[in-house]
């Protein structure tokens, strides 16, 4: 019989802590913190592959779970020597999910779980905190019925306002017992109002309810949408984590906090963190209350009055920095720890490995191989590729003016501008119409995931450093500015104040995640520095990696930006970008357009001196790195006039009516584009475009090489290629091309002719068109296009279903389609490198900034990946990092 339950404590662990697949993070972190001898509450797992069969079954749980559960409980009962559901001395849990990957906020977790109206009255009697009994209580009500019975969360929150204006309290800490035993009976009756039955009184009914809806959540729209954002697969499930319950709001020596090893936004190796004294978990990650600073130097940096923990509980602090030392020594990482305290006893409640920004993560990881902790290769390994896009983009001018509003808690650096929304759905619908949006919250909750990933960042009035509107910001690289109390925010009326201030939707505001500051209106940005750690760690990336790193750029500046974050040459240079221009689209047109092959010549001439202007440029900046060149690959309807002035002007530098242009032009049209005269076809049907194209190369390669000394090297790539007869054409031409220039010039350049692959049939004979080609660089756009007989342009409408229905594990122009795509390339390279053992094969699709895509490239052989400019440095650490994981 398959076993779905794990106990650990009280000296038992029947999981490990190196099985987070089964146990998940959370399980397995809480049966290695009990193994080493940390002070865990015992407690029990219910693994992944339960939650896997809940599925499968319908959402139902087999008998002998239940008895697994059984037996579960009675080793939390041996220990604690409490019993569950007894009136006298009860025994409380919490439930708890617990992914293989840590995905905060997203899944669903119940406290207290245990109490009813009988075992309220033991625990306030074997406790001597009647208060403290009743507020548990309230709280179980409250969190059951938001995350089991489904009910309407805001119900319970305006009771407990009410509750606290009718006794003039302002804190929930103000509460008396009485008070908090009469809001009890306020949410029995909300309970019964909106669910038609009573609160359950059962405890195992409660227990069951608390597990399925903790399996359940893992299929919630919000942990759908998280898993989407991180390539988390869906088949991977949840764990359940049963633990004895330990409180933090027992009164003046009680608290509970969340803490760091290390400073999470910039790596310094400090204490990190929040606690509040006599309060639950959820008060500090929920940002229901602003929490105190964990030390005392954090708490006089920020200047605040609160004592921090380490004032107010020495004891307590000094133990828990002991374990701060154990944790990230064991576990050999900054770990992101909650704890609780019991009257004066320490009790760890989770660690896992903290998440943190670009800047903290490359700190930590350079400081970590530093210190010996770890391997320089490890250093390496640990570093998000992906999280670098954080460090690539500008950030605040510190000489530029600032309107500031108001200030809160530095959450997650970076700074951003946008107009002001104030939920998640408008923010989604703005940034899809390509605004920059400022998500404005009183307190995020994970229903607004899909705003916080839309928005360029998040402003909250309540919360702290751990809250999670922080947690989830970093996550994802965006600025927040959390626990900003002073904004007084009405999302009815779309405003928030401040002072004498009023800031409507709609209106700008720039928040700096690094300071904390909140501003009106745009403020000048700079650029990154790139040095430090940042370039300690890529110099040991580029130590490690095999493939090489190019760059996808035509411009002069986009060049220049992808050296300076080591490109090292460029992947693909798309001429048809270059036609663009307002002073070229005219003569463009006049090619096209053009019945002739001497009306084509003529706009033909007209391109010439500008192309090799454009080759000049190129060569110049990347001197002799080689550069790769498509020739011209135009869905011609892009080029093609539309207005009545457009013709008017092509008419014009024609000498052509402009009749017959609109003729021509309909004699152009295409049904389907895309797959219509473009690519080589054009060389083929018109060689003078190619033979143009070429001479502008050759031409600008002899005259850099003459004046600077440095020969670029032109690798010229013929788009669209399905057959060998097609690349022998086009190379007939740019060979006799290049003679032609070399003759005229008195020099020779060494330049390579090849094929972007990126048609099936290209893919399955390219071992015959290795006869001809010297490189492939596969276009992995086309070729996932072609392939999968989907258009990317339209894909969006529908893709997001297949990768939440498992169809997809990732959007396929995302991240390569491994089992499809991939086939073919790894048939176009075995077969290509028959022909040709020293061919030079890349690839200069989307993909080769995709950090599982340069994966799947190290495996498959190739010789170097191509990126956008601003995804180079992401390219070089996942290059690295898989050439260390196909080392083993």
Known sequence: MTQYVYRFGGGVSDGGQGDKNLLGGKGANLDGMASIGLPVPPGFTISTAMCTRYYEDGQHFPDSLRAEVAAGLTHIEGITGKRFGDAADPLLVSVRSGARVSMPGMMDTVLNLGLNDRTVEGLAAVSGDARFAWDSYRRFIQMYSDVVLELDHGAFEEALEVAKEDKGHFLDTDMTADDWQALVASYKKIVEQQWGKPFPQDVNDQLWGAIGAVFGSWQSERAKVYRRLNGIPGDWGTAVNVQAMVFGNMGETSATGVAFTRDPATGERAYYGEFLINAQGEDVVAGIRTPQYLTLAARERAGAKAASMEEAMPETFAELAGVFALLEDHYRDMQDIEFTVERGKLWMLQTRNGKRTAAAALKIAVDMANEGLISRDEAVARVDPAALDQLLHPTLDPAAPRDVLTSGLPASPGAASGTVVFDA??????????????????????????????????????GGMTSHAAVVARGMGRPCVSGAGTLAIDAKARLFRVGERTIREGETITIDGASGEVMAGEVATVQPELAGDFGTLMAWADGAR????????????????????????????????????AGRITAVRQMILADSEQGRRAALDKLLPEQRADFTEIFEVMTSLPVTIRLLDPPLHEFLPHEEAEFAEVAEAASVAVDALKRRAAELHEVNPMLGHRGCRLGVTYPEIYEMQARAIFEAACDVAARTGNAPIPEVMVPLVATRRELDLMKGIIDDTAKAVFVEKGREIAYLVGTMIELPRAALKAGEIAEVGQFFSFGTNDLTQTTLGVSRDDAGRFLTSYVDKGIFARDPFVSIDTEGVGELIRIAVERGRATRPDIKLGICGEHGGDPASIAFCEGAGLDYVSASPYRVPIARLAAAQAALKSRG
């Open 546 to 581: 095999r493939l090489k790193v190019r760059t996808n750029a035509e411009t002069p500046h986009d060049c220049r930006t992808a050296r300076d974050f080591g490109a090292e040459g460029v992947g693909l240079c798309r001429t048809e970008h270059m036609f663009f221009d």
């Open 425 to 462: 759905d408008t923010a989604e619908k703005h940034a899809a119409q390509g605004e920059a949006v400022i998500l404005v919250r009183v307190e995020t909750s994970p229903e607004d995931i899909h705003g916080m990933h839309a928005a360029k960042g998040i402003l909250t009035a309540r």
